[in-house]
């Protein structure tokens, strides 16, 4: 069992992936459903001061690069428009819970690495970045396994 939780712990850092495909993960494997979302947050939360700090860094260095240039180029560009789109929406005051949210909504796409990304690009400040996707990720991860649950429930696994 220690091995089903670490392959979620694992899987919740994956970017794209992240906490949405371990919860539902966890519940397919008809594990403890809060011990499963405890796992599924910290995996999920352990990449945000990385990102936070370096990745933007790391995105730029990287645009003009021969090989990684187009990849680094569209991570640059997701990060923007992502920062963009929680300032459209929600102004300057507004933004942690813009940020809460559209973490916290589980549609591709606007998971941790997307949002702390953004919130990177829009100087929002680390300790409220990490605060507003802690939130996000915690609400996504109920969502996701609750909605896991139910479904597994009603197709019978």
């Not at 992502?82 to 916290?104: D, Y």
């Amino acid at each position: 069992m220690l091995k089903q939780y670490l392959l979620c712990f694992f899987v919740s850092m994956v970017p794209l992936i992240e906490l949405r495909g371990s919860m539902v993960m966890a519940m397919g494997m008809d594990l403890n459903y809060f011990a499963s979302l405890v796992v599924c947050v910290l995996g999920n939360m352990l990449p945000v001061p990385v990102i936070y700090f370096f990745a933007r860094k790391v995105l730029l260095w990287g645009a003009d690069k021969k090989y990684i240039g187009k990849f680094f180029s569209f991570c640059l560009e997701k990060g923007e428009h992502a920062g963009q789109k929680l300032r459209h929406a929600a102004g300057r005051k507004g933004l942690f819970l813009a940020l809460m949210l559209f973490v916290g909504i589980p549609i591709p796409g606007t998971g941790a690495w997307t949002g702390t990304l953004g919130a990177s690009f829009l100087n929002m400040g680390f300790k409220t970045t990490v605060l507003a996707v802690s939130l996000g990720v915690l609400i996504a991860g109920t969502i996701m396994g609750l909605g896991s649950t139910a479904a597994f429930a009603f197709i019978g696994l």
